[in-house]
């Protein structure tokens, strides 16, 4: 993961569970990620040093970024928005989800420990992308993002396929008692999101974007749930909470070919 100074990249056909198993996967869903080209970072020691820009050229496609703010917008991306969000504009955009039908986009998200999400609709070629801290989730980002692919390309929830990445999971994401009631009273129906154990309470990000997810008609089995917490990951993945300011950041990526 990126430090101040250096970002540590790959490209790999290998067997993606090789460096940790970030997915459960099923055998045919295992065969069909190692068939796909892929970039890659992590901290473990088998990958390579490479500057920042490195990242983005072996994408070979605009890669599109928007000022991350922690609330509920999302942007359909257009043909006009792309040199701005490809270029040093893009803090111009204040969103925290983007859309686009354009193909060979990229729609990057960076976290160090909120919970990135890709969606894509394949009936629709539709891709997008969400970062969702515990704000943005408190916001329903994620049901947004659903209801704007079917608001403006007519997409069917139910045809959305959703990856939520790497992020801190309910075991390290300890809330205080305001941010706690105020979970518990916009979520009455899930009190199981907080956890309360050994004077700590935590908050269960993943469960809470999955669930905002179905209650919007996406289908369970078409949302692919990372296993691996941010905080924990201290060889692999940064974590803001663990590392503060130093913290480094995972980017992630959809598009379209």
């Known amino acids: ?42 901290a473990e020691v088998d990958c390579f ?6 990242f983005f050229e072996k994408i070979t496609a605009p890669a599109c970024q928007v000022k991350q703010v922690h609330g509920r917008a999302v942007l359909d991306v257009r043909s006009e928005h792309v040199n701005d969000l490809s270029g040093s504009n893009f803090s111009r955009f204040e969103f925290d989800g983007m859309l686009t ?12 420990d909120c919970l990135p999400l890709l969606f ?19 916001l329903n980002i994620s049901r947004d993002m659903v209801k704007k692919i079917a608001e403006v390309y007519q997409g069917d929830p139910a045809h959305l396929r959703v990856v939520c990445g790497p992020s801190i999971h309910v075991c390290c994401f300890e809330i205080q008692n305001d941010v706690a009631e105020k979970f518990h009273e916009k979520f009455p129906q899930w009190p199981d999101l907080i956890r309360r154990e050994k004077g700590r ?16 008609g996406v289908l369970e089995n078409n949302i692919e749930t990372s ?9 692999r993945l940064p974590s803001y909470r663990r590392d503060g300011a130093r ?6 990526g959809i598009r379209l070919k």
């Not at 290998?14 to 970030?22: E, H, S, T, V």
């Not at 913290?247 to 992630?252: F, Y």
């Open 1 to 42: 993961m990126s430090g101040k100074s250096r970002h540590f990249y790959g490209t790999n056909r290998a067997d993606p569970m090789k460096n940790g198993k970030l997915f459960n996967l099923e055998e045919s869903q295992k065969a069909l990620m190692r068939s796909i080209p892929r970039v890659f970072e992590t």
């Open 49 to 54: 040093f490479s500057p920042e820009a490195s």
């Open 101 to 112: 039908s354009r193909p060979n986009l990229v729609l990057t998200i960076y976290s160090a």
């Open 120 to 138: 894509f609709d394949p009936e629709k070629k539709v891709v997008g992308a969400v970062h969702a801290g515990w704000r943005g989730s408190f």
């Open 201 to 216: 309470q935590t908050l269960d990000l993943q469960a809470l974007n999955r669930r905002q997810l179905m209650e919007e």
């Open 227 to 235: 296993d691996v917490c941010t905080f924990c990951s201290a060889r």
């Open 247 to 252: 913290a480094g950041r995972i980017i992630s």
